[in-house]
């Protein structure tokens, strides 16, 4: 096979020059998948005679930097990344870009696929447009970006609102409300600030994704203009759908005008004053003269298409009003629905308000439930929001599900819309009444509800529906995208004998590391003086990692109990001062997303003073712990950092890099896992340079 240059690919062909090719690994938190991805590239390189360099682009910094000779010469270019990187020193070479995740798991075909991937132009190109790799789309990563950082003023907001109405509220005419004046309404009011701010956080981490710093005001205030209806004449705000459109809007806004020439003296001004002016101003105005009109007309001819519903049958019409409650949890069709239920309350009609109650907590519950029933399907982030979302939903707070409907619009919205409708139509047909404008359990706990027992059977019905759905939905899309990727789930592909052996430095074996067996070993572990002439064996991390900090076999059998146990571990060193703190900050750090890698391998870690001084720990379980892994793959080798906050620097990020490239060796897991004991694991792991 042949490179686009005309070089063979095979070095031995006619003894032609070898392919040459970069590569530029990244991922979102710049740790252990950025030199996974790069040892993995480096061992497929090795094995198909091809050259290859690869710049890693980690939370310490870029390294091994690809200079302009390297690019010049280079045959193709393979970028596996989940963050945007620059694109530009690349024009005029074949450029193939993927998921970082490919990286890892499908080394070698990315190198195969490189030799016919398009030419990059002179500018960044479109995202995705890497001959049919995985790579994320620019809007799928600022989409994310927006949720990522919306999740906790979601649940902030909704748990303190949930908590203030089952302490301090009560049923009203107007609704389930809080005395005002009160220490419950306080803590209520600060909830609904969280609420408030979710919205335009949303929208400006999107905005900021995209056009970088200067996006970030236009996007926030562009999201507020777009929740505050009262701004273009709606009862309702445009919510997180319209929050998603001003994010977008606000950063590809800045992007262009980015592009405008202009005068030297005004370039350092543009960034801080002229793009978020600008910007800011045009969103706006544009959002309130030219988009909030449609959306004004939506809700109120919305709502009078609804009165005009009224004589239709009550399954039907809860069917409807199901759909709508659930389609946008606080749009403008979700607030006609409510509204529309709340209006016919005074009229003495409570069957429509009861069809919404039940519709209304359908969503968090569906979507909470959705991640306990299937687990494997969600980030450790997801699974805590989902709890969240399950507490919200009890008390009738539809927006505990807005971040999975952000996240994953094209499957959520559906399944919530279909658990919606199951609901309103049962408690259509059901005639269930609610006297209250509010929905959820707590209104039949307070005693709001006519027809309770239906009213309670219509919320199960449609909460089961909707997290079926939502998880049968996910998978047939997981499925179809995951397609060739599949194989990344079974055993790794077996590296060539010895390696690593010129690829990386240090990662040899030898005699010198080898030998002195036990003895040697025990001088290292207890800092002894070394006989005279005898070379003492290197340490491990330099020094973090010793005897007393390894364990052959983890009693416990799940990942919350194995960070215990492995901090307790830790804490025999001498060098923990609490190991509550450090147990805590270590979930802290799974809660954000979890440590385990994939092919059997987690690595838990945590920067906290609890710690006197970096101390790594390694445990390896012979059942396997379940770890959320990208590839579904049990914990059997497990890594434990604990490092110091305010002495650390970026040693647990060095210690990480460390440990994530040389794991992608599987004749080094092999041989981690099968050593005998603790000395036995040493000696293996004093390869890790």
């Known amino acids: ?117 398009p030419v990059q132009e002179g500018s960044v190109a479109a995202a995705g447009g890497g001959a049919g790799g995985k790579e994320r789309s620019l809007a799928y990563k600022a989409l994310m970006n927006g949720v990522s950082y919306m999740i906790p003023f979601v649940v902030v907001g909704g748990l303190l609102i949930a908590i203030a109405l089952a302490l301090g509220g009560h049923a009203t005419a107007e609704g389930y409300a809080v005395t005002p004046g009160t220490f419950w309404d306080h803590v209520f009011q600060i909830g609904a600030l969280g609420f408030t701010l979710m919205i335009p956080i949303l929208s400006g981490y999107i905005a900021y994704a995209i056009g970088d710093r200067p996006a970030l005001v236009p996007g926030m205030i562009g999201g507020f203009i777009a929740n505050t209806g009262a701004l273009y004449d709606s009862k309702s705000g445009a919510g997180f759908i319209g929050a998603i459109v001003t994010g977008f809007l606000a950063g590809y806004l800045v992007l262009w005008i980015k592009k405008v020439k202009v005068p030297k003296v005004v370039q350092p001004i543009m960034p801080i004053i002229v793009i978020p002016i600008v910007a800011t101003t045009a969103l706006g105005l544009f959002f309130i003269y030219v988009v909030g009109k449609p959306i004004s007309w939506v809700f109120e001819s919305l709502t009078s298409w609804l009165s005009g519903m009224t004589g239709t049958s009550a399954i039907l019409l809860g069917a409807l009003l199901g759909l709508m409650i659930a389609f946008d949890m606080g749009g403008p069709v979700n607030k006609t629905a409510f509204l529309f239920g709340t209006g016919l309350i005074a009229s003495g009609n409570y069957a429509v308000m009861g069809m919404c109650a039940a519709a209304i907590p359908v969503m968090p519950l569906g979507q909470g439930l959705a991640t306990v029933l299937r687990r494997k399907l969600y980030s450790e982030q997801e699974r805590d929001t989902g709890m969240a979302a399950l507490f919200m939903g009890v008390f009738g707070i539809s927006e505990g599900a807005i971040p999975f409907a952000a996240a994953r619009p094209a499957v959520v919205i559906p399944a919530n819309m279909l658990g919606g409708a199951v609901a309103g139509a049962i408690a259509g047909v059901a005639g269930v009444g609610d006297h209250v404008p509010h929905g959820g359990p707590i209104v039949a706990v307070l005693g709001a509800v006519g027809g309770v027992g239906w009213f309670l059977v219509a919320i199960a019905a449609g909460t ?44 040899g074996t030898g005699p010198a590391a080898v030998g002195g067996a036990a003895a040697g070993g025990t001088a290292v572990l207890t800092k002894s003086a070394p006989a005279p002439g005898v070379v003492e064996p290197p340490e491990v991390l330099s020094g973090y990692l010793t005897e007393r900090t390894v ?69 390896r379980s012979t059942e396997g712990i379940e770890w959320g892994a990208p590839d579904g793959t049990k914990a059997r080798l497990v ?9 650390a620097g970026d040693e647990h990020l060095r210690i990480l890099a460390l440990l994530s490239r040389k794991l992608m060796d599987s004749a080094f897991r092999e041989r981690l896992q099968s050593a005998p004991d603790a000395p036995a694991v040493l000696e293996v792991l004093r390869e890790i340079r």
């Open 1 to 117: 096979m042949t490179s686009p240059a005309g070089r063979p690919g095979d070095a031995g062909a006619s003894g032609r020059e070898r392919l040459k090719l970069v590569a530029v690994t990244a991922c979102p938190t710049g740790i252990a998948h950025t030199y996974m991805a790069a040892e993995k590239l480096q061992q497929a390189a090795a094995e198909l005679g091809v050259d290859i360099k690869v710049e890693t682009q980690g939370s310490i910094g870029a390294e091994n930097v690809l200079s302009d000779n390297d690019v010049r010469e280079a045959d193709g270019v393979i970028i596996a990344a989940d963050k945007e990187v620059d694109r530009e020193r690349f024009a005029g070479k074949r450029v193939l870009s993927t998921g970082v995740a490919d990286g890892v798991h499908r080394p070698k075909e990315l190198i195969e696929r490189v030799r016919t991937a």
């Open 464 to 507: 089961v529906v909707t997290a079926l759905t939502t998880n049968a939905l996910i998978e047939i899309k997981e499925r179809r995208a995951a397609g060739a990727a599949r194989p990344a789930a079974g055993p790794p592909v077996p590296a060539v004998a010895g390696a690593g052996a010129g690829v990386l430095p240090g990662t």
């Open 551 to 619: 364990r052959t076999e983890l009693v416990s059998d799940s990942k919350e109990a194995a960070i215990r146990e492995m901090a307790e571990m830790l804490a025999g060193t001498g060098n923990v001062r609490d190991v509550e703190e450090l147990v805590r900050v270590a979930l802290a750090r799974e809660a954000q997303g979890t440590t385990g890698l994939g092919e059997s391998i987690a690595i838990p870690h945590a920067k906290t003073d609890a710690v006197a001084r970096p101390t790594v720990g390694f445990a």
């Open 639 to 647: 890594f434990m950092i604990s490092v110091p906050e305010a002495a």
